[in-house]
């Protein structure tokens, strides 16, 4: 007889928590259809890259962006890169100016605020980006602006750099 009582408990207690876990479900879906508007994100004004990072509108929450630190690439950093980085090929303003858009208006933003070019030394930023690029699908010349845009950012001094 205890052991009936107890197993009738249990399974009330298991309906009781299946109930709650489907309300909370439910609320949490509606919520996520509210905000959807709200958090959208804008496209790059500039065609872009596509790529498959996870859209901001599906947290059921609105994300918080600090400011991003925006570092227009120019000619200076093109003739930087090239006397700092002679093995790289194929470096231009135009390839630079790919990856500052990847940055700071495409997939690197898409999950979180833009760090702080600056704030990390190359290494630091390889590891970074071949972590990053994967998780945002990045195809291999989208990472490749990237990476040339951050070390080109990087190869000039009076930007501050270590």
């Given at each position: ?20 876990t489907?309300?909370?479900t ?35 929450f ?42 700071n ?10 760090k ?11 590891i ?5 690029s ?25 930007n501050?750099?270590?």
């Amino acid at each position: 007889m205890k052991r009936t009582a107890q197993f009738i408990l249990f399974f009330l207690l298991l309906i009781f928590v299946a109930c709650i876990t489907k309300k909370k479900t439910n609320s949490t879906q509606t919520t996520t259809n509210q905000s959807q508007a709200a958090v959208k994100p804008s496209e790059p004004a500039s065609g872009g890259f596509q790529n498959a990072a996870p859209s901001v509108s599906n947290y059921p929450f609105p994300m918080v962006k600090l400011p991003v630190f925006n570092y227009e690439p120019t000619e200076a950093h093109v003739v930087a890169m090239q006397s700092k980085y002679p093995q790289l090929d194929s470096i231009s303003l135009t390839k630079l100016e790919s990856g500052h858009r990847i940055y700071n208006s495409g997939a690197c933003i898409k999950c979180h605020a833009a760090k702080d070019v600056l704030a990390f030394d190359e290494l630091k930023w390889a590891i970074i980006i071949g972590d990053m690029s994967m998780r945002a699908h990045l195809a291999d010349i989208e990472k490749d602006a990237l990476v040339k845009y951050i070390l080109a950012i990087k190869a000039i001094p009076s930007n501050g750099n270590k």
